[in-house]
């Protein structure tokens, strides 16, 4: 009998490679199916106070170091009062066992306020405040990567992942190292641009935009994919059509268009659920500091979405059990995560049906 008869992804357990990472999710949609009498979770918080001066990432508030913050009206960047890397750690001892080694770790980390309101997100914002965001983004990754390896740039929303200050703002840590994370993108990409002579996620991109199966929303410069190998739910790759080492490369119209994508994919993900949307969200792109000098042929900037619902604003998806011990499993397929994205409207479900920002 031929195995591949009447395989449907979508009733059909498989796996997926992730070649970004090398590993492989199992795919098994049809347990959507099962019913859920698992933990649900508080919807976030809708009624944020736009000021409280006892939030410390308010402008004119005070911090836990005491510092104010400025009365500021767009974005605003301050060194994190509980940074995880500091510039001046001394060396870690030489190990005596390559069973214990260690190894020296230095950085700052940062926080970069979004707005001054405190009750608005990045879908609420307007293009020009977006673009705002886009262009401090790019500006803090030169500066700190003109002698940092890796400036990770990633926002938290929502208390579920771990975000505990509703005012809109992301992170940034620079560090004297390559996380796991870039260090294993740098060598997949790497092997693939030797083997095939083109950057891995430039061709992916240009794959998945004649597929289309997978596309959640698109324009000029960029696309928005939940990616073939997703393992959260509704995890989406943001790309560039062309082929773009680092956020401070792009151009002026493609900071714009990255503005406009953003807001139509965050929009998006609001509707989902009609709800302030969780997420992990971060960018990625060729390493900086002693790496600026070297070939960057093989990396492709992007971000990556990782959004933790499942069913509803209420149920969420749990990388536990056979997740922490064998591998990632997803419930439904990529593509249906995509069209269920694609299929939502772009108006924000808390703005009225003429209002627009
Ligand atoms: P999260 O919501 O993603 O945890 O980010 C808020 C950051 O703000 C957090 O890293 C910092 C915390 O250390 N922070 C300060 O630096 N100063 C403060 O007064 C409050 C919070
Ligand atoms: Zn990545």
Redesign the pocket.
Known sequence: MDAAAGFQPSEHQHRRRNPLRGDWVLVSAHRMRRPWQGQLEEPPEEDVPRHDPAN??CPGAA???GKVNPHYESTFI?????PALQPDAPEPEAEDHPLFRAASARGV?K?MCFHPWSDLTLPLMSLAEIRRVVDKWAEIAAELGSSYSWVQIFE?KGAMM????AHP?C?IWASNFLPNEASLEDQTQREYHQEHAVPMLLEYAQLEAERKERVVVENADWLVVVPYWATWPFQTLLLPRRHVCRLQDLQESERDSLASIMKRLLTRYDNLFQVSFPYSMGWHGAPTGPYLEANCGHWQLHAHYYPPLLRSATIRKFMVGYEMLAQAQRDLTPEQAAERLRNLPEHHYRLDPKETR
């Open positions: 410390p990432l911090r836990a170091s301050f060194d994190n009062d509980f980390c926080v938290n771990g975000c505990s200050n703002h992170q």
